[in-house]
């Protein structure tokens, strides 16, 4: 036995054990990707076949969800797929509870900032409604946009123009500006 065969064993158990789990980590990776674009594939023509967006357009959401709901199915294959291969490293724990802080630092601010944009204008909403600032189909002039009022929603009003530009104010800009009515 020569001075280099531990040596040798060292870097053999050493690499052997290294590369086995990069092989196995980077599997994970290649079956996930492929298996998350398949899965969000088939849950984008499953609620497009079951004509998803028109139900939850009868229930009052305007928005699209399919392509969102789609996209979400995706993104958990993806990062499972890599909470797999960082578990082959023992990394799995302190990079997901990171992830965790972070995810909850960037809902919390956007929530934050949602909020307060949303109530000063939904009160606005309340005072235009109640005291009959203005009325959908009424012509009105606010600051420097005059038009049609086609709809007033809790947070932005509606208003088409003569040219047929559709503009949206937001409600605190109308109860904070002098409103004009004009004559049809």
Do not use: C
Not at 60 to 81: C, D, E, M, P
Not at 88 to 115: D, E, H, K, N, R
């Amino acid at each position: 036995m020569t001075l280099s065969e531990p040596i040798m064993d060292f870097y053999r158990i050493l690499l052997g054990g290294f590369v086995s789990k990069l092989i196995v980590a980077l599997l994970f990776l290649f079956i996930g990707l492929i298996f998350g674009k398949i899965l969000g594939r088939a849950v984008h023509k499953l609620l497009s076949e079951l004509d998803f967006d028109s139900h939850i357009e009868k229930l009052g959401f305007k928005q699209k969800l399919t392509a969102t709901i789609s996209t979400w199915v995706s993104f958990l294959i993806y990062f499972l797929s890599v909470y797999f291969a960082l578990m082959q490293f023992g990394l799995a724990g302190p990079v997901f509870y990171t992830l965790i802080v972070l995810f909850l630092i960037i809902f919390a601010v956007s929530a934050m900032l949602t909020v307060k944009e949303f109530f000063p204008n939904f009160f606005s909403f309340i005072h235009i409604k109640f005291n009959h600032v203005i009325s959908v189909g009424e012509l009105v002039k606010i600051e420097n946009v005059e038009g049609k009022v086609e709809h007033i929603g809790f947070t932005k009003t509606k208003i088409k123009t003569r040219k047929g530009d559709t503009i949206f104010l937001n409600n605190m800009t109308i109860s904070k500006s002098p409103v004009k009515k004009l004559k049809k």
